[in-house]
């Protein structure tokens, strides 16, 4: 039997972002930490995307998403942290290569108004939200043509200087290294029937699952929570929406400083990238099918993306020499969309941390260190 305090199932962000806070817990700092991350025969992780954006406007209108001015500084403390790791770590030859280049570009988002009533919206929403000083400004059509030559610039946009992307792909890549350095383990497996696997042993505290022992569970499997059978799906509440993302390689490259959010978003590649300006690569993401019979990447969605990316950076098309598709599910729950935690066994110490919609990597993080906030207060009370 291996014990551990800790079994979080699920390497999303969500995962991740449980480990990154009880490592930084003054409690739990020393916990053991198991992290079962999934594998074969599972749909491939929201959160392990080619590039999401770190973006705190969200909707149609820029609106500002609740709590930014907590949950933005936050992610970017956890994702500068782990890139610094990442880049003390160069000399060592075997993670030389998974650490050459960065995953956190810290560029901007540009939000570009599609029609004068776009920008009159976005344009109040930019004085009537609680927008903290210098995160974002309005760019007019002109002052988008000269910073961002190429883009989309009719009706001006919302300059949103503390946005930025993350090549997601290579920051698992290297968040796993982290993890594992810092003493969690990180096991390949798949709860086949859900936490059905999971009772209690003849301690109360223990929940077993196979060989491994764990003191609290928290579940954090994005889309497979649905099929995890500890929760009626009626009680989690979760709608699920797939997205698709294409990554262009493009004949010649061009100048792309930041991402762009409009109808879907845009940034460059992490591989394509050949100067603070200049890209060989870029990729387009949106998720938009609420009905759906098969998670795979289809024509349909590649077609809309390139409908995105022509309409951010009109006359793309006939730049393009290679795509690649790419396709998860991410959910929220309705009406409200907030992220949230599942305590229907929390007294058996098992917790569900899902929920995150659109924006999971600007959310999930500061939602884990409120649960972990929340089970040191318990243990606090439980020693008091
Ligand atoms: C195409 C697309 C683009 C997106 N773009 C952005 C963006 O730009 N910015 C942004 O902030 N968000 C974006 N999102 C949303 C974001 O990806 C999600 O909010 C976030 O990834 C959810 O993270 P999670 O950890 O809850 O779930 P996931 O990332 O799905 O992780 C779930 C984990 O649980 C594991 N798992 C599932 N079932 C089981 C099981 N039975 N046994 C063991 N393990 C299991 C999985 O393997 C995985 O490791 C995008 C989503 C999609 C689909």
Request: glycine letters at 14%; proline letters at 9%; hydrophobic letters at 40%.
């Given at each position: 039997m291996k014990q551990f305090d800790f079994g979080i199932i699920g390497f999303g962000i969500a995962g991740l972002s449980v480990a990154y806070a009880l490592r930084k817990s003054e409690i739990f700092r020393g916990a053991s930490i198991c992290v079962i991350s999934g594998g074969e025969g599972l749909p491939p992780p929201a959160s392990h995307t080619p590039i999401a954006l770190l973006n705190p406007a969200t909707g149609r209108e820029a609106k500002l998403v609740r709590d930014a001015a907590e949950v933005l500084p936050y992610t970017k403390h956890m994702l500068r942290e782990i890139q610094d790791w990442a880049f003390g770590n160069t000399l060592n030859m075997n993670t030389m290569d998974l650490f050459?280049?960065?995953?956190?570009?810290?560029t901007g988002v540009l939000r570009p108004a599609a029609s004068p009533e776009m920008a009159n919206a976005i344009k109040h929403r930019l004085e009537t939200d609680p927008w903290p000083n210098d995160w974002a400004s309005w760019l007019s059509s002109s002052e988008i043509a000269d910073r961002f030559a190429g883009v989309y610039n009719a009706h001006g946009g919302l300059w949103i200087s503390e946005g930025g992307f993350v090549n997601m792909t290579r920051f698992f890549e290297v968040a796993r290294k982290w993890l594992e350095v810092e003493g969690v383990v990180v096991e390949d497996r798949v709860l086949g029937d859900g936490v059905h696997d999971i009772h209690d042993g003849h301690n109360l505290e223990q929940k077993t699952l196979g060989e491994l022992t764990f003191r609290r569970l928290i579940l954090t499997a994005g889309h497979g929570m649905t099929s995890l059978?500890?929760?009626?799906?009626?009680?989690?509440?979760l709608h699920a929406v797939k997205g698709q993302i294409l990554t262009l390689e493009l004949s010649e490259a061009i100048n792309l400083s930041c991402a762009v959010s409009m109808h879907g978003y845009l940034a460059p590649h992490v591989d394509g990238i050949q100067s603070s300006r200049s890209a060989r690569k870029i990729t387009i993401g949106s998720t938009f099918e609420h009905?759906?019979?098969?998670?795979q990447p289809n024509e349909n969605g590649q077609r809309r993306l390139l409908e995105i990316a022509e309409s951010i950076?009109?006359?793309?098309?006939?730049?393009?020499?290679r795509t690649e598709n790419w396709a998860s599910i991410r959910v929220h729950r309705p009406p409200d969309r907030k992220p949230f935690v599942a305590r229907q066994y929390s007294e058996r110490g098992i917790w569900g941390l899902t929920?995150?919609?659109?924006?999971g990597l600007l959310l999930a993080p500061t939602a884990a260190r409120r649960l972990v906030t929340e089970l040191e207060e318990q243990d606090r009370a439980t020693l008091s």
């Open positions: 050459e280049a960065p995953f956190f570009f810290e059978s500890l929760w009626q799906p009626d009680e989690l509440g009905q759906f019979d098969s998670i950076l009109p006359g793309i098309g006939s730049n393009i020499i929920g995150f919609g659109s924006k």
